[in-house]
């Protein structure tokens, strides 16, 4: 079972279920075991799985198993947030914004005397442009009616296309964590009502002392199989 902080506030970044995060059986038994774990609050990173499009002709099994641990997760009280990741498609409305008390690109909240800002990551980097480009083309509303009207096998084909190219997306990202983008986003958002930043997305841990706060990344699910608790 999960052993939460004080705050009973946890996240849970890039679990890639379907990807290196493997099936979803894992994550739903750690879903399940966190309100007995005293789990108040779950800030859902994104990236919940490999490629998320968020419409019922795209629905797999684990997608399946997982929502249906995080509603059961949701009927015991627990407030969650979905921060959408660069691999989640239109889930702001979708069926499955049910399982979710809100859904957008950044949340935040109030723990142990810090206000927190959390956002996925992916497209802080304002001069990678090529990336930023494609991030707006991919969740942009004629794609949206693509992926939503295409013959089946078409779509299917669509999604595994859209994998490969999100593999080679951001790849300097990738490569290394682009601290001086990361700290020059944080210099623009913190000291104006959060002097915390939790960022996703690089799938590694790393904590900096910025003017105005701190900065964490937090690990990927898919290397821990564990979320992460708020102190």
């Known amino acids: 079972m999960a052993s939460a902080s004080s705050s009973g506030i946890a996240l849970l970044a890039d679990?890639?279920?379907?990807?290196?995060?493997?099936?979803?059986?894992?994550?739903?038994?750690?879903?399940?075991?966190?309100?007995?774990?005293?789990?108040?609050?779950?800030?859902?990173?994104?990236?919940l799985f490999q490629v998320w499009v968020a419409h019922e002709r795209y629905?797999?099994?684990?997608?399946?198993?997982?929502?249906?641990?995080?509603?059961?997760?949701?009927?015991?009280?627990?407030?969650?947030?979905?921060?959408?990741?660069n691999r989640d498609f239109f889930v702001a409305g979708s069926r499955y914004a049910d399982?979710?008390?809100?859904?957008?690109?950044?949340?935040?909240?109030s723990a142990g005397g810090h206000d927190y800002l959390v956002v996925h990551g992916d497209g802080l980097n304002d001069r990678d442009r090529q990336y930023l480009f494609w991030r707006w083309l991919s969740k942009s509303r004629p794609v949206r009616w693509l992926m939503f009207h295409l013959p089946r096998a078409l779509a299917h084909w669509s999604v595994h296309r859209?994998?490969?190219?999100?593999?080679?997306?951001?790849?300097?990202?990738?490569?290394?964590?682009?601290e001086a983008a990361i700290r020059a986003y944080a210099a623009g958002r913190l000291g104006s009502g959060f002097d915390r930043l939790l960022l996703g997305h690089f799938h590694e841990p790393a904590t900096?002392?910025?003017?105005?706060g701190e900065v964490r990344l937090v690990d990927a699910w898919f290397n821990t199989r564990?979320?992460?608790?708020v102190e």
Request: with cysteine; net charge negative.
């Open 208 to 212: 900096w002392a910025i003017d105005g």
């Open 162 to 178: 859209t994998e490969r190219q999100l593999s080679g997306t951001n790849f300097r990202h990738k490569q290394e964590v682009p």
């Open 226 to 229: 564990r979320v992460e608790w």
């Open 59 to 85: 629905e797999t099994e684990d997608v399946r198993q997982v929502l249906g641990a995080l509603r059961r997760l949701r009927g015991q009280g627990v407030h969650i947030d979905y921060i959408e990741g």
């Open 15 to 47: 679990a890639h279920i379907g990807g290196p995060g493997g099936g979803s059986q894992p994550l739903v038994e750690e879903l399940d075991s966190l309100a007995a774990a005293g789990c108040r609050r779950l800030v859902v990173m994104g990236d």
């Open 99 to 109: 399982a979710f008390d809100c859904v957008g690109v950044e949340t935040s909240f």
